[in-house]
């Protein structure tokens, strides 16, 4: 980021300024009116046992409202368990991975699942099929020791989302769907453990992940569990299946994640469940991609249009542009967080389009980055 000193004083007039200007992808705006409802809980739920019915009611309404948006086919369960998505990635490790896993890597996100497998004394090193940062790899199947495919609904990274199809009929597939979850179509009937934290998507606080967990999911986590590997009990997901059923976690969750997550998918659910909001962020990217397109200092980063993510969208800028100066000057006018993931290393705006956050709010978003470009 540019020195402070030397960043142009550059107020942006009012009238332009989206009504919210968290536009980042992690954690991603949460909705004032679930802060508020939050706050209105009073004495009530934070500061109260999370075995005692006022939390688990809320861990039942958050299940309850996700197997809702979901619809989820027969047999599937949703589980809760702890540490968010990075954390699943090592209980799936010792608990659903039975000799090698299949990883399809196009940035930084989905490469940590493939990392985290690589050197466990008690599998065989992963198959990594890479693509380029930018592209999204095809799913085909895997070599015959492989029991697990891992992929990626969305690469929050690059801005690259993928399709969830089975390669092959002998592998789990595991969707990574963190930032995808809530915003992109999905067939489960194509994946057996569709995971997700609850920061980005369901505009809530991080250190829990939801794992809608298939009947061939549930199968293999008893019969691992069952077999001499150790695991260790934090990590263990037979558990996370026992305390989900009883509407629990195996410790002490964040009850406000908890809460504001239900809050979002209940509201989700409200704007006409899965399909009209994934009709409506293909308008939002419509837009945002369409503005990109239509400046000569703009180029979307993702080549292939299919490819584009409805939910975080890369903007590469002109190299007479500096992108960080943009985004220190957006900064500057409280308009946060749309830097370029910063191991890319691009000259690139990387902006969140969840759930969450409007059209109106995004169009607001363009009008200043023009303005501050005509201005710079
Ligand atoms: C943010 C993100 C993660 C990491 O989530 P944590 O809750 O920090 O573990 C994993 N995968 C994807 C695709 C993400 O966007």
Redesign the pocket.
Known sequence: MPAQTDLPDLPVPATLLPSDGRFG??PTKVRVEALEALAATGADLLGTSHRKPAVKAQVARLRAAIADLFDLPDGYEVLLTM?????FWDAATFGIIRQRSRHYVFGE??G?FGAATAGVPFLDDPDLVDSPVGTVPAVTAAPDDVDVQAL?????STGAMMVPVRGDDHSLVLV?????AGGLPVDLTQVDAYYF?L??GFASE??L?VVIASPALLTRIEEVAASDRWIPPFLSLATAVANSRKEQTYNTPAIATVFLAAEQTEWMLAQGGLDAIVADQADKAGLVYGWAAERDWATPFVADEDDRSLVVATIDLDDAIDADVVNAVLRDNGILDTDSYRKLGRNQLRIGMFPAIPASDLQAYTACVDWIVDHL
Do not use: L, P, V
Request: hydrophobic share 20%; aromatic share 4%.
């Open positions: 992808c992690g540490g968010g998505a990075t954390a996100f989905s940590k990626t609904h969305n690469e929050t990574d769907a963190t930032s995808g934290s920061q980005k991080g250190g992940a």
